[in-house]
């Protein structure tokens, strides 16, 4: 029988201190005398690892740091299960993710506000974009923030083989790139923009969840494993949360103005589910009392990605330079603050480019870096020189699903993501794969490549490219979509325009989940300028002026 106690009251509780949930926190307790308690399943976010950025690759086998979710076997992925690592300390996936400061272009968000969303086009979400944003570089300056919380910076590491790469995508027609941030100028080669700052990780809390913790207003609670949303009727009124450590201790904490998840698209749709909303046939399957029936879990997406490897010859690549000698040079360059491989994003380059010259804008995202990885997955590196050049969908078709196996709050739910399942998602799929062999191919990169590897050379039909993607892909850990914003009316939607659950009162969901649609991008800065948006509706602050005059 588990023990109860310490039943508190704050004026919000956040579920999670992830990408959204520290954003939240941090402009929550900007107001005076306001309180917020975070509950956070995992530990402290005191590993170094974590914030040396090199560290990632650690980081992604870590059990003690990381939700090591696999996926259910299906056709697009040959029968495999996809490992599916997500953040579980302070700071959530920011703490452990590429780093990578990726936007997407303004069609996703315009179809978001299409989709009924009010105040949710490019031009008012920019000035979300914006505040959280600390850009340190080039940039449109109605377009970047300057002065926010999250510095995002660009390289300062060359390798030359990224330099051939990238002019090799130029040699083939796709141009270099400026700014992939603007909005309306995504298409081109070059490097990526990165939270990472003066060799270090800038997770967001470091930048927003410790900062706001000075206020002496919020009260951050780690191993504290949300179980149950309490309810009152029909109106949220706290959360029942159990320590992760001994599994046993029960507590209570209590909302006098809001219940607040953030706990990313898989846990917040589970905790969800536990608390009676979602689908009234998943719930009776795992015997929970239907309190709202909702679509909650559906609609899930992922970027399935595909790594095309290739051997590298007459340079060193990050393969040699992460072992025995040279590994310790690095470490003594980034100790002396000097660029070092030890302070880099896993991916370095990017493309954007289109899957069929009739589109106006682009329908693939490529990552290029002078590395590579044993079996073409993000783990160990070879012990061969190098590249990779990977590649995924903007904005898949195929959805799948979330749906909690039972009550038990420590067991995972079934994750289905249906990867390739849409034809659509296929075609593309292929176009991306033949384009990124192309660009190993290049008479620029000729001078390095020394052979394929993955696939092989023998792969040539849409039949063998499918296998390959099928057998070798893998997520790039973009989950979105359990929670899906749109209006009532939508029986596809799970929250509001203002993020509050249908048919509740007192609970709004705030993470990557709320996406109606796969941004073109990696999700990170999204999620964040979604908590930032989130949190003046809930602060009942008018929205910031909308950024007009941008060219479309
Ligand atoms: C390996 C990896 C690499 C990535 N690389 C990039 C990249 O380079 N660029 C980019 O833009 N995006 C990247 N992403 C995606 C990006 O990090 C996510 O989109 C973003 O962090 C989502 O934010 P979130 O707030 O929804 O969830 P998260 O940041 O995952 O935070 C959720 C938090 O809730 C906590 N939680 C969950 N359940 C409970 C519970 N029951 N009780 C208490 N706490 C709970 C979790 O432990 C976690 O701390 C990557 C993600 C991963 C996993």
Same mark, same amino acid.
């Given at each position: 029988m588990a023990e109860q106690r310490n039943v508190d009251t704050f004026d919000y509780v956040i579920v999670g201190s992830g990408a959204a949930g520290s954003v939240l926190a941090h402009r929550l307790t900007e107001d005076p005398g306001i309180t917020v308690c975070v509950l956070e399943c995992g530990p402290p976010d005191r590993h170094p690892y974590i914030h040396v950025p090199a560290g990632f690759i650690k980081m992604l086998f870590n059990p003690n740091y990381t939700w090591q979710f696999q996926t259910e076997p299906g056709e697009g992925t040959a029968g495999r299960r996809i490992p599916t690592t997500q953040g579980r300390t302070l700071g959530g996936s920011s703490s452990i993710n590429g780093m990578i400061y990726n936007r997407g272009q303004r069609a996703d968000f315009d179809n978001w506000a299409q989709r009924g969303n009010r105040g949710w086009g490019y031009v008012d979400v920019l000035p979300y974009f914006k505040r959280t944003e600390r850009r340190i570089g080039i940039g449109d300056d109605r377009i970047h923030g300057r002065s926010g919380n999250l510095p995002v910076t660009d390289i300062d590491w060359i390798h030359p083989v990224c330099e051939a790469f990238i002019d090799g995508a130029a040699g083939m027609g796709i141009p270099r790139c400026a700014d992939y941030n603007s909005g309306d100028r995504q298409e081109g080669v070059g490097y990526f923009q990165r939270a990472i700052f003066k060799g270090y990780r800038h997770s967001a809390a470091r930048v927003f969840l410790h900062p706001a913790r000075r206020t002496g207003r919020l009260d951050v609670r780690t191993d504290a494993r949300a179980a149950q949303v309490l309810f009152d009727g029909k109106r949220a009124t706290g959360i029942r949360y159990i320590d992760?450590?001994?599994?046993t201790t029960e507590y209570r904490v209590f909302a006098r103005r809001e219940v607040i998840l953030s706990c990313g698209t898989v846990n917040t749709a589970k905790l969800l589910q536990l608390s009676g909303v979602g689908p009234a046939s998943v719930l009776q399957d795992i015997g929970v009392p239907v309190l709202a029936d909702l679509p909650v879990g559906e609609n899930f997406r992922d970027h399935y990605s595909a790594r095309i490897v290739a051997r590298v010859k007459n340079v060193r690549t990050i393969n040699e330079m992460a072992r025995g000698m040279g590994l310790a040079g690095q470490i003594a360059r980034w100790m002396l603050g000097? @660029?070092?491989?030890?302070?880099?994003?896993?991916?370095?380059v990017h493309w954007f480019w289109k899957s069929d010259d009739a589109l106006d804008f682009p329908d693939l995202q490529g990552v290029f870096s002078p590395a590579s990885y044993r079996q073409g997955f993000v783990g160990l590196l070879d012990e061969f020189p190098g590249m990779t050049c990977g590649v995924w969908q903007h904005r898949p078709e195929s959805t799948g699903y979330v749906h909690a196996r039972s009550t038990d709050p420590f067991t995972d739910p079934v994750i289905q993501p249906n990867y390739l399942k849409d034809p659509m998602d296929r075609r593309v799929m292929l176009a991306g794969m033949r384009l990124a062999r192309r660009l190993l191919h290049t008479p620029e990169l000729a001078a390095y490549f020394d052979g394929d590897v993955l696939p092989g050379p023998e792969v040539h039909s849409d039949d063998e490219w499918l296998d390959f993607a099928r057998r070798y892909g893998s997520t790039a850990y973009h989950l979105i979509g359990t929670a899906r914003m749109g @209006?009532?009316?939508?029986?596809?939607?799970?929250?509001d325009d203002e993020l509050r659950v249908h048919g509740l009162q007192a609970l709004r969901v705030v993470d990557a989940s709320v996406m109606p649609n796969m941004p073109s991008a990696n999700t990170y800065c999204s999620t964040m300028m979604i908590a930032e948006k989130a949190s003046d509706l809930i602060r009942g602050r008018p929205p910031l002026a909308p950024v007009e005059g941008i060219a479309a």
């Open positions: 992760d450590r001994d599994r000097k @660029p070092s491989i030890l302070a880099l994003s896993p991916s370095l @209006p009532a009316s939508d029986p596809t939607a799970v929250v």
